[in-house]
Nanobody
């Protein structure tokens, strides 16, 4: 069982930046591919960013490409989401997720592929 704890959310203005962190309670963090998802009220959970086990591959949907950056520090068992140029449309609860992966370079885009989830952190962007 892996516990994931997100932090770093908050209330910001449009154009501001935030960095989310997700700490994992596992000694084998480097065997997990990681993802950040978000869910706004009345909407489905959507992928925001994903990173492979090896940190060599990342994926972003068009909605955040060029503004968000996912990274990981395997020595600290932590994955980050740097969010720049935030927009009101980015307002949501942000969740990190982990999937054990045999493959160093594979990224996973679907929520149902992930095994473990954090409790979420609220990000609110005012206009």
């Amino acid at each position: 069982q892996v516990q994931l704890v997100e932090s770093g959310g908050g209330l910001v203005q449009a154009g501001d930046s935030l960095r989310l962190s997700c700490a994992a309670s596992t000694r084998t963090f480097n065997t997990y591919a990681m993802g950040w998802f978000r869910q706004a009220p009345g909407k489905e959970r959507e992928l925001t960013a994903a990173i492979s086990r090896s940190d060599s591959r990342t994926y972003y949907p068009d909605s955040v490409k060029g503004r968000f950056t996912i990274s990981r520090d395997n020595a600290k068992n932590t994955v980050y989401l740097q969010m720049n140029s935030l927009k009101p449309g980015d307002t949501a609860v942000y969740y990190c997720a982990a999937k054990p992966s045999q493959y160093a370079w594979t990224i996973y885009r679907r929520a149902e592929e992930y095994y473990y989830w954090g409790q979420g952190t609220q990000v609110t962007v005012s206009s």
